[in-house]
């Protein structure tokens, strides 16, 4: 990197060149991996333009997982499996009332019965069977979101020589990954949509957007940096890259890329006004994610105190979320979106993904 932070020159190709190269991509472009709008096709279309298509894991049971890196494998692409590290918390039986009497109105409105719902994570955090199941494919990417694996399950999928990042919101997160054992980090930026990647601290006034962060956490660590968060066009790669980054992620602009699963309704709020109002809720999950402003945002939340620890508020709200969708509204549907959605186009996701790679050059 120049003295300027600026990375020009041979070393801003030599920094992406490395990046891809150890991905075993064309370029250093990584589909940011979204669950609930996206599985293998949309990773296997990414790949086969020449960018790491993801697929995110953890809301997939071990069959419906083993079935998808089947696909993956036969294809002989490169791609990057995703998942969460989170620590399930104890239920917590007054929180969970608190949270189902936030509820009650509106299961009362669409003639639910709230006592009728189980309780339930939603999603789970990497185990040992699910690095069991992985030894069989030796997939050549792995990316973890809210820290690392246990030591012993790191040192199992560093064993078949698997290439792992994680995600920083702070330098400090960033330099707690390299130390151990992250061989890149995804500096992800307050604009980035979803789940936000913090597990050093919850407070959220310590979450910078993506162009502080990113020149702070090149300077604190040596291995690559992978910008994420509000990247959208060749622009914003060409502006990531001049700030230090070896590499870019990107989620929301393949939202509705022909290969998404995105749902009707929720390509609609991508594509309208709405989609330039997201805000962080935990009102889905329990942990904050970014999202497009909709009712349950604004009347409960966007942070609401009722709502019990990530991801433990899921189970109640899904019933309230297959009514209004039966009826044309997301009401209650995670709209999970970045704040620049200005690129989210109907389009094959390998077009987008050339979009994106013209900001590596020039």
Same mark, same amino acid.
């Given at each position: 990197m120049s003295a300027d932070g600026s990375g020009g020159g041979i070393h801003h190709n030599g920094r992406m060149n490395a990046l891809a190269e150890r991905m075993g991509t064309r370029w250093p472009l990584i589909q940011a991996p979204m669950a609930?709008? @996206? *599985?293998? #096709?949309?990773?296997? %279309?990414?790949?086969?333009?020449?960018?790491? *298509?993801?697929? $995110?894991?953890a809301m997939l049971a071990p069959d419906a997982l083993r079935a998808e890196l089947a696909l993956l494998a036969a294809s002989a692409l490169p791609y990057n499996l995703n998942f969460f590290c989170h620590? @399930?918390? %104890?239920?917590?039986?007054?929180?969970?009332?608190? /949270?189902?009497?936030?509820?009650?109105?509106?299961?009362?409105?669409?003639?639910?019965?709230?006592?009728?719902?189980p309780a339930g994570a939603g999603r789970v955090p990497f185990s040992a069977e699910a690095a069991e199941l992985l030894a069989e494919f030796k997939p050549p990417v792995l990316s973890?979101?809210?820290?690392? $694996?246990?030591?012993? !399950?790191?040192? #199992?999928?560093?064993? /078949?020589?698997?290439?792992?990042l994680s995600s920083a919101t702070t330098v400090r997160e960033a330099r707690w990954l390299e130390q151990h054992g992250a061989d890149a980090v995804i500096a992800q930026g307050l604009e980035a949509g979803g789940h936000r990647g913090h597990f050093l601290s919850h407070d959220l006034s310590e979450q910078q957007g993506s162009f502080a962060?990113?020149?702070?956490?090149? %300077?604190?660590?040596?291995?690559?940096?992978?910008?994420? *968060?509000?990247?959208?066009?060749?622009?914003?790669?060409?502006?990531? !890259?001049?700030?230090?980054?070896s590499g870019v992620q990107a989620g929301t602009a393949y939202l509705c890329a022909d290969e998404a699963s995105t749902s009707p309704l929720y390509r609609a709020a991508l594509q309208s006004e709405a989609a330039r109002h997201t805000a962080l809720t935990n009102c889905f999950t329990g942990g904050p994610a970014r999202g497009i402003l909709n009712r349950i945002m604004r009347e409960l939340g966007p942070i609401s105190p009722a709502a019990p620890a990530f991801p433990l508020a899921s189970a109640a709200i899904a019933p309230l979320r297959a009514a209004a969708e039966k009826a044309g509204r997301t009401d209650f549907t995670p709209l999970w979106s970045g704040q620049n959605s200005s690129r989210c186009m109907s389009a094959p996701a390998a077009e987008i993904t050339r979009m994106l790679a013209a900001g590596l050059s020039g």
């Open positions: 609930g709008a @996206q *599985g293998s #096709r949309m990773a296997l %279309a990414v790949s086969g333009a020449g960018a790491l *298509g993801s697929l $995110p894991c620590t @399930q918390p %104890a239920p917590d039986a007054a929180r969970e009332a608190t /949270w189902r009497a936030a509820l009650k109105p509106y299961y009362a409105e669409f003639g639910l019965d709230i006592d009728a719902v973890f979101h809210f820290g690392l $694996p246990a030591p012993e !399950l790191l040192a #199992r999928v560093k064993s /078949w020589g698997a290439f792992v962060l990113l020149p702070q956490i090149v %300077a604190a660590v040596r291995v690559p940096v992978i910008a994420a *968060g509000g990247i959208a066009d060749a622009a914003g790669v060409r502006a990531a !890259l001049t700030l230090g980054a």
